[in-house]
């Protein structure tokens, strides 16, 4: 029986391209403005403490906040999965939602499955590269409203690398669910691989250019998914 749900963001409750045709680019473009006004805020000096160790580590040069910046920009055009990067572009696009620049996309076959499936008691999650703080923004300033509150849970990459087995059998020990109780949904068969793993079992979103897996079951909309969770919790 399914009794939690772990979702992936990009490329299965929202666009690819929303990721990286409005927020990367949103975040290049103001990162340097961004550092040079508040590096010294608490959230934001830590987490350049953090890309400035990584930087230290791998070219053993302590880099000074212009150098630093530099690599962060470049960082976005390789879209490193790095932690420290990652909550930076969150506090970036903090600002973004909330001064209305744009709205998370959410594909439209989504929002009501949230819904049907909370009420139905299956509890819901995120796990996704992005920090969780940019997890919550992007549903809480979705194109359908406030849909953070259908979620009890969310994971980034502080829980692991998602091409990780250990990283699903992580989030396993952080809720009151066996594995097999858990239901991964994701673009990526390499993640599915993963959680699968870890015992959970999966099905793959197959949007826009998602080359479907032959490993995994797979659904092109939330709505099938939903079909594939009444057969499995009848069994």
């Not at 791998?58 to 000074?64: C, F, H, K, L, P």
């Not at 929002?111 to 703080?133: A, C, Q």
């Not at 066996?178 to 870890?198: G, M, N, P, V, Y």
Request: overall charge negative; some cysteine.
């Amino acid at each position: 029986m399914i009794r939690f749900i772990l979702t992936d963001i990009e490329g299965t409750t929202t666009s690819i391209h929303f990721v990286h045709k409005v927020l990367f680019p949103y975040a290049r473009k103001n990162l340097r403005d961004f550092i040079e006004l508040r590096a010294n805020e608490p959230e934001v000096e830590a987490a350049l403490d953090e890309a400035t160790q990584t930087i230290f580590d791998e070219t053993d040069i302590w880099a000074d906040q212009d150098k630093c910046i530099a690599i962060l920009e470049r960082w976005i055009d390789e879209d490193r999965k790095h932690p420290a990067l990652k909550k930076i572009q969150g506090f970036i696009w903090r600002d973004g939602y909330e001064t209305g620049a744009f709205t998370g996309h959410i594909y439209e076959d989504v929002p009501d499955m949230l819904r049907e499936w909370k009420e139905n008691g299956i509890d819901l999650g995120v796990y996704s590269s992005g920090s969780t703080e940019a997890q919550q923004l992007l549903f809480r300033h979705s194109d359908f409203g406030d849909l953070s509150q259908n979620f009890t849970a969310y994971f980034d990459t502080q829980a692991g690398h998602k091409r990780e087995s250990d990283s699903y059998k992580f989030i396993t020990s952080q809720l009151p669910f066996l594995a097999d109780e858990i239901l991964f949904l994701s673009d990526i068969e390499e993640e599915l691989d993963a959680a699968k793993t870890a015992g959970m079992q999966t099905i793959q979103l197959v949007r826009e250019d998602t080359v479907a897996s032959k490993r995994h079951e797979t659904a092109p909309n939330f709505p099938a998914v939903n079909e594939r969770i009444a057969e499995l919790n009848k069994a």
